[in-house]
C-alpha cells in the first residue's frame, strides 16, 4: 500500500506543478497586457517573464493565439464584477440601464487594454467558447432590466429584450472603440466621454415609451 501511494505522488505534484504553471503564465500574461497592450505579448517576452522556454508556454497553455483567448476570459470575468455591482443598484429601469452603462465605462476607461481585448478576441471559434458563453451571460442580465422595464410598462412592448440587449452592447463597444483610433482624430476624454454618453443615450431612447410618445 505505502509502495503504491509513493508511486502515485509524482503523479498529484507533477500535476499540480503543471497548474501552477499554467496560471503563472496566464496571470504574467495578464500583467503585461494590462500594462503595456496585447501587441507587447510575445511568447519571447512571456517566457522571458515567467523564468520557462517558450515550449513549456505551448505545452501548458498554447500558442499567443490561446494566451490573449485566456487573458481576454480573465478580463470578462473582472467586467462581471464591475458590471454585477451596477445591476445590483436600486432604481428605474432607466437609472438602472444607465448605471450598467456607467459600470461598463468604468472598465474601460481603468482597463482600457483589457477592455480592448474584452471587446475583440483572437479569431478562434474552439478558443472562444468560454468567452462567448460569458458574453451570453451579461447580455443576460442586460436582457432581464430591459424585461423588467416591459413588465412595468415603461419600456416599449414591441421591443424584443435580447435583441435590445445585443445591440446596447454592440452599441457600447462600438463607441469605446474609437478611443483605438489611429487616424488622428483623436479626442480628449472629456469629448469621448461626451459622445459616448449621448451616443448610448439616442440608442436607448426607443426602449422607453415616455421617450417614444415625445418623440412622435
Known amino acids: 500500500m ?51 522556454t517558450v515550449q513549456t508556454i505551448y505545452n501548458r497553455v498554447g ?6 483567448i485566456a487573458v481576454a476570459e480573465k478580463a470578462l470575468e473582472e467586467n462581471r464584477a464591475y458590471m454585477n455591482e451596477s445591476y445590483n443598484q ?3 429601469p432607466q437609472q438602472r440601464l444607465l448605471a450598467v452603462t456607467a459600470g461598463y465605462l468604468k472598465f474601460a476607461r481603468e482597463k482600457p487594454h483589457a477592455f480592448r481585448l474584452m471587446a475583440n478576441p483572437p479569431e478562434d471559434p474552439k478558443a472562444l467558447a468560454p468567452i462567448t458563453e460569458l458574453v451570453r451571460k451579461h447580455n443576460g442580465q442586460l436582457e432581464q432590466v430591459i424585461r423588467d422595464g416591459i413588465a412595468e410598462g415603461v419600456i416599449n412592448a414591441g421591443i424584443d429584450p435580447a435583441k435590445a440587449a445585443t445591440a446596447l452592447w454592440a452599441a457600447a463597444n462600438g463607441l469605446l472603440s474609437l478611443q483605438w ?8 476624454d472629456g469629448d469621448l466621454d461626451g459622445v459616448i454618453n449621448n451616443g448610448l443615450r439616442m440608442v436607448m431612447t426607443g426602449l422607453f415609451n415616455s421617450q417614444s410618445h415625445t418623440a412622435e
Open 2 to 52: 505505502n509502495a503504491k501511494n509513493t508511486e502515485q505522488r509524482p503523479g498529484r505534484r507533477n500535476n499540480t506543478k503543471s497548474s501552477s504553471t499554467r496560471s503563472t503564465i496566464i496571470d504574467s500574461a495578464e500583467a503585461l497586457v494590462n500594462e503595456h497592450g496585447s501587441a507587447a505579448l510575445t511568447l519571447d517576452a512571456l517566457a522571458a517573464v515567467c523564468g520557462v
Open 63 to 68: 500558442g499567443r493565439s490561446a494566451i490573449l
Open 181 to 188: 483610433r489611429t487616424d488622428g482624430e483623436t479626442m480628449t
Open 90 to 92: 436600486p432604481g428605474t
